[in-house]
């Protein structure tokens, strides 16, 4: 029989694998060489830049893609802007700064809001592969303008749920940060309740496909497990329902995935 101490060991273990759904830390060990993980990022620019992406949703993958729940590709999704950067000498370059929101190192159950840059982006990937979509101008000017104008930081609510349900204001993760900005340049409004609203009439959410058990014990043994913003099965916002969402109101320009062997 297996001792009561190991026996939660090996469960704690087991949900913290299996709860790599929107996990947001920018505090992480690099698994690839410096040099890869740069020579990477730059093809992410470089390709966006060149299908004129002034404004971009780009999703990173954080947990080897065997740990993640069937339907979800990614574990982070931020927005990323062509920006004015200035580096450490002073001298100011172009390129894509990206707005993140991300979990607290001491408080995961609480989140902050970051820029950094696709090197910093990709740091604590597990694959050197990236999830793009550029949506129409329109909505990336929009975007600009709402993150140019601070506007932005009025959609972040500092408590954190991993499975966060992007149809109520209960809680946010990094995914559902990203489509509070997409839907406050498509609805032209930092208004929450009006945001909640027209995201429960027009955005479908992907369900958790992960036992009930699961999920519950996952809310006792970890803090950034939230459930009770859910009514039956937990919905999300993923990645690829973003994808889904803007294909579906014909506001995207392109989208693909990248991956370093391709």
């Known amino acids: 029989m297996v001792p009561y101490r190991m026996f939660f060991s090996l469960l704690f273990i087991m949900l913290c694998s299996s709860y790599a759904v929107a996990g947001s830390r920018a505090d992480v060990v690099a698994k690839y060489e410096p040099?890869?993980?740069?020579?990477?990022?730059?093809?992410?620019?470089?390709?966006?830049?060149?299908?004129?992406?002034?404004?971009f949703i780009i999703a990173r993958?954080?947990?080897?893609?065997?740990?993640?729940?069937?339907?979800?590709?990614?574990?982070?999704?931020?927005v990323a802007?062509?920006?004015?950067i200035k580096l450490s000498n002073g001298e100011e370059v172009k390129g894509y700064a990206i707005h993140n929101l991300y979990q607290l190192p001491t408080q995961p159950e609480r989140s902050y809001l970051l820029t950094d840059y696709p090197m910093d982006f990709f740091w604590g990937a597990q694959e050197l592969k990236a999830g793009i979509v550029i949506p129409s101008e329109e909505i990336q000017s929009r975007l600009i303008?709402?993150?140019?104008?601070g506007a932005s930081k009025s959609l972040h609510n500092p408590k954190y749920s991993l499975i966060s349900n992007p149809l109520t204001q209960q809680y946010q993760n990094c995914t559902e940060y990203t489509l509070d900005l997409l839907n406050a340049a498509i609805y032209q409004t930092t208004d929450i309740d009006q945001l909640k609203a027209n995201t429960s009439a027009y955005f479908e959410p992907q369900k958790l496909r992960m036992s009930r058990l699961k999920?519950?014990?996952?809310?006792l043994f970890r803090k950034e497990i939230?459930?009770?913003d859910h009514n039956?099965?937990?919905?999300?916002?993923?990645?690829?329902?973003?994808?889904?969402?803007?294909?579906?109101?014909?506001?995207?320009?392109?989208?693909t995935t990248l991956q370093e062997s391709a």
Request: hydrophobic share 35%; charged share 30%; net charge positive.
């Open 35 to 55: 040099k890869r993980i740069a020579q990477f990022a730059k093809r992410v620019e470089k390709y966006a830049a060149a299908r004129g992406a002034r404004a």
């Open 61 to 78: 993958l954080g947990r080897p893609e065997d740990e993640l729940p069937k339907g979800v590709r990614y574990t982070h999704t931020a």
């Open 81 to 84: 802007i062509y920006s004015n």
């Open 145 to 149: 303008d709402l993150i140019d104008s």
């Open 215 to 219: 999920i519950s014990l996952g809310a």
């Open 226 to 228: 939230v459930t009770k």
């Open 232 to 255: 039956g099965r937990p919905r999300m916002a993923t990645f690829g329902s973003i994808e889904r969402y803007l294909q579906r109101y014909d506001l995207v320009q392109h989208s």
